[in-house]
């Protein structure tokens, strides 16, 4: 049978079925035509690879990253979670673990330096970046005039 992801150094977490009812958050970053760098934040359930896009912004930080959580438990998409898989950055603090313990969803924090924790995620974000983005340009222009306008009018 095979093991949940990120499970290999986990305890006790042999008894998850080989379809888990998880979820991982993640982030990717995405460069716009004017060179900003936006920061796409996502959940991936673990047993169905479903994806829920949880926000975009250009300074993510805990606080931003709690209320997604937020967001994402009113809207009742945690509600078949039972636990939750992500990594050690700063930005999921003791704020965004608790949105999760409040729903019952037990938190694990990822293994440090277990390149193949991430695998799904990263298959994905490379997905989407060779299907869409890769093809995808911004054409949302700011009014002011300058570069901007003449662009625009180029186009």
């Not at 990717?28 to 035509?33: G, I, N």
């Not at 209320?67 to 509600?79: N, S, T, Y």
């Not at 938190?107 to 924790?117: G, K």
Request: proline share 6%.
């Amino acid at each position: 049978m095979a093991r949940p992801l990120g499970a290999v150094d986990q305890p006790g977490l042999s008894s998850f079925e080989s379809k888990p009812k998880g979820s991982g958050p993640h982030f990717f970053t995405v460069e716009t035509a004017w060179l900003r760098t936006l920061y796409v934040f996502f959940f991936i359930e673990l047993g169905s690879r479903r994806v829920h896009l949880a926000g975009v912004t250009a300074h993510p930080n805990s606080i931003w990253v709690a209320q997604q959580a937020r967001d994402l438990a009113a809207d009742g998409r945690l509600d078949h979670v039972r636990f939750l898989v992500h990594d050690r950055d700063a930005k999921f603090s003791g704020p965004f673990d608790e949105v999760f313990r409040t729903e019952e969803v037990r938190v694990i924090h990822r293994p440090i330096r277990a390149p193949r924790a991430n695998a799904v995620a990263e298959r994905w974000v490379e997905t989407v970046r060779a299907e869409c983005l890769d093809r995808t340009l911004d054409l949302r222009l700011p009014t002011s005039g300058g570069r901007s306008a003449r662009v625009r009018e180029a186009l």
